[in-house]
């Protein structure tokens, strides 16, 4: 049931599951962390605002940052301006992405003002942003959407269509409106009804917690890929199970040992690239990924508690010791900090990416 692979024009994506773009989670380390654990065959930017690349604003353009291990990867970008989302496009293009999307989910109240699900309700505009991107760009172009603004404006079919018309290439359908949130039922339905209307590839987005879910997806809707977000950042191992469970029909789930290795190494990642922000991100994992460990209350009270990376690092180093021999290794902290493997190293690359400011 689970499709080995799908193809946006001559990109091929294998296996054919895809890490959803999350803000403030799905950066270059994260990615990595997917990467490595494998199963996962397109990764995602988080959402990247057009009007501050091409701003060059450095804080937006750190979100493109990304590393050769991370292809086939995909930059989203937001923005209501025809011209302003070409220019971004453009940019995304020469910076060596393998495709460029345009998110039309986010529900923010800051965002729907000047994209993401507000352009759900303003479809003539819609139209010209496709358009003005479609002509700027050779890669190729997908769009990731809600069901629509709110239940009484379900327009998933007649956006998709639309955006097919224009030369776009791939769907990937979150179906839940934009007043919904995150609160109720993803209507998988609508992903079938997507599916059937337009024969570009449709991905399936919502509520995947587990490789059976996404197995009734495919079953259910005939998506050609799946794509996982909250569930990558609780079980990040969820798309190497998606591959075991369609190959064996089972799969392995990780140890509490797999998960503290797991979580140390994300934390080194995170402490040795000293991102910006780098305590709230540490602390946000934490929240996601230590639900199912044991004494993890504990853990998350210890995270909260410290104020720096190292602090955070160091005391979650303590606790593993105390319950995992097995992981006490050397640590990293004080260690050099000069470098920015994550970030890459300061200087500028393709259309003046600032790295790791
Ligand atoms: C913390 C967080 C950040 C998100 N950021 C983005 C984003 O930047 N772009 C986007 O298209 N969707 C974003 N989403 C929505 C997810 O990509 C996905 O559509 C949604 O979580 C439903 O999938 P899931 O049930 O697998 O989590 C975000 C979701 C979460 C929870």
Same mark, same amino acid.
């Given at each position: 049931?689970?499709?080995?692979?799908?193809?946006?024009?001559?990109?091929?994506?294998?296996?054919? &599951? #895809?890490? $959803?773009?999350? /803000?403030?989670?799905?950066?270059? *380390?994260?990615?990595?962390?997917?990467?490595?654990?494998? @199963? +996962?065959?397109?990764?995602?930017?988080?959402?990247?605002?057009?009007?501050?690349?091409?701003?060059?604003?450095?804080?937006?353009?750190?979100?493109?940052?990304?590393?050769?291990?991370?292809?086939?990867?995909?930059?989203?970008?937001?923005?209501?301006?025809? &011209? #302003?989302? $070409?220019?971004? /496009?453009?940019?995304?293009?020469? *910076?060596?992405?393998?495709?460029?999307?345009?998110?039309? @989910? +986010?529900?923010?109240?800051?965002?729907?003002?000047?994209?993401?699900?507000?352009?759900?309700?303003?479809?003539?505009?819609?139209?010209?942003?496709?358009?003005?991107?479609?002509?700027?760009?050779?890669?190729?172009?997908?769009?990731?959407?809600?069901?629509?603004?709110?239940?009484?404006?379900?327009?998933?079919?007649?956006?998709?269509?639309?955006?097919?018309?224009?030369?776009?290439?791939?769907?990937?359908?979150?179906?839940?409106?934009?007043?919904?949130?995150?609160?109720?039922?993803?209507?998988?339905?609508?992903?079938?009804?997507?599916?059937?209307?337009?024969?570009?590839?449709?991905?399936?987005?919502?509520?995947?917690?587990?490789?059976?879910?996404?197995?009734?997806?495919?079953?259910?809707?005939?998506?050609?890929?799946?794509?996982?977000?909250?569930?990558?950042?609780?079980?990040?191992?969820?798309?190497?199970?998606?591959?075991?469970?369609?190959?064996?029909?089972?799969?392995?789930?990780?140890?509490?040992?797999?998960?503290?290795?797991?979580?140390?190494?994300?934390?080194?990642?995170?402490?040795?690239?000293?991102?910006?922000?780098?305590?709230?991100?540490?602390?946000?994992?934490?929240?996601?990924?230590?639900?199912?460990?044991?004494?993890?209350?504990?853990?998350?009270?210890?995270?909260?508690?410290?104020?720096?990376?190292?602090?955070?690092?160091?005391?979650?180093?303590?606790?593993?010791?105390?319950?995992?021999?097995?992981?006490?290794?050397?640590?990293?902290?004080?260690?050099?900090?000069?470098?920015?493997?994550?970030?890459?190293?300061?200087?500028?690359?393709?259309?003046?990416?600032?790295?790791?400011?």
């Amino acid at each position: 049931m689970f499709p080995a692979e799908y193809k946006i024009r001559d990109l091929t994506i294998r296996p054919a &599951a #895809v890490l $959803a773009p999350m /803000a403030g989670v799905t950066d270059t *380390l994260f990615r990595r962390v997917i990467r490595g654990l494998g @199963g +996962c065959g397109l990764l995602m930017t988080e959402f990247t605002s057009s009007e501050g690349i091409t701003r060059s604003a450095a804080k937006t353009l750190r979100y493109l940052y990304f590393q050769e291990d991370e292809h086939p990867i995909t930059a989203q970008l937001f923005g209501a301006n025809p &011209a #302003v989302m $070409a220019e971004a /496009a453009r940019m995304v293009e020469d *910076l060596g992405y393998d495709a460029v999307d345009i998110n039309l @989910g +986010c529900p923010a109240k800051k965002v729907v003002k000047c994209g993401g699900s507000g352009l759900l309700r303003d479809l003539p505009l819609l139209e010209q942003i496709f358009c003005a991107v479609r002509r700027a760009v050779k890669i190729p172009l997908t769009i990731k959407l809600r069901a629509g603004w709110d239940e009484k404006s379900i327009v998933a079919v007649e956006v998709a269509r639309l955006a097919e018309s224009i030369g776009v290439e791939a769907v990937a359908v979150h179906p839940r409106t934009r007043m919904q949130g995150y609160a109720g039922r993803a209507d998988w339905s609508i992903i079938a009804a997507v599916k059937q209307a337009v024969k570009i590839p449709v991905i399936g987005n919502g509520d995947i917690s587990r490789p059976e879910d996404a197995e009734r997806m495919f079953r259910e809707t005939c998506c050609d890929a799946v794509m996982i977000g909250r569930a990558a950042a609780s079980n990040p191992w969820i798309f190497l199970q998606m591959q075991e469970f369609a190959e064996t029909g089972r799969y392995t789930i990780p140890t509490e040992a797999d998960r503290f290795r797991l979580l140390i190494d994300y934390y080194r990642r995170i402490y040795a690239a000293n991102p910006p922000d780098g305590v709230g991100k540490m602390k946000q994992f934490a929240c996601w990924f230590t639900h199912s460990v044991g004494n993890g209350s504990e853990l998350r009270r210890i995270v909260h508690a410290a104020r720096t990376s190292g602090e955070i690092l160091s005391n979650v180093e303590s606790f593993f010791e105390g319950r995992a021999a097995a992981l006490a290794g050397p640590s990293p902290v004080g260690a050099g900090r000069s470098e920015d493997p994550a970030y890459g190293p300061r200087q500028r690359v393709g259309c003046e990416a600032t790295l790791g400011t």
